[in-house]
């Protein structure tokens, strides 16, 4: 059973930054899939970052040039790099993974999940 455990949640205030950690465990092939996505108040969960063991990443196109997703295969673990964040950043995020390459950034691609971690942006 794949186990995800995100880390690096908090408060900063607007234009701050925050790095997000995923670490994985579990995995019984070695291609797969780890994506972010994020709920906010009220709103559906939605993507923010997907990357895979191929060295595949995308950012979901209103959070590129703040938001970057990177992975270190020998910790199996996947950052997201979360610059000048906004208030509107303010949700729980989570990270999901699932077997395979190149996942869309959705939450339905992804069967295994986080318990996430808030991420609060203060004006």
């Known amino acids: 059973e794949v186990h995800l455990v995100e880390s690096g949640g908090g408060s900063v205030q607007s234009g701050g930054s925050l790095r997000l950690s995923c670490a994985a465990s579990?995995?019984?092939?070695?291609?797969?899939?780890t994506a972010w996505f994020r709920q906010r108040p009220g709103k559906e969960r939605e993507g923010v970052a997907g990357?895979?063991?191929?060295?595949?990443?995308v950012v979901v196109e209103s959070l590129k040039g703040r938001f970057t997703i990177s992975r270190d295969k020998d910790k199996k673990t996947v950052y997201l790099q979360m610059n000048s964040l906004k208030p509107e950043d303010t949700a729980m995020y989570f990270c999901?993974?699932?077997?395979?390459?190149?996942?869309?950034?959705?939450?339905?691609?992804?069967?295994?999940w986080g318990q996430g971690t808030q991420v609060t942006v203060s004006s």
């Open positions: 990357s895979d063991t191929s060295g595949w990443t």
């Open positions: 579990g995995y019984t092939m070695d291609r797969y899939c």
């Open positions: 999901a993974s699932n077997y395979g390459l190149g996942c869309e950034v959705r939450p339905i691609a992804y069967h295994y």
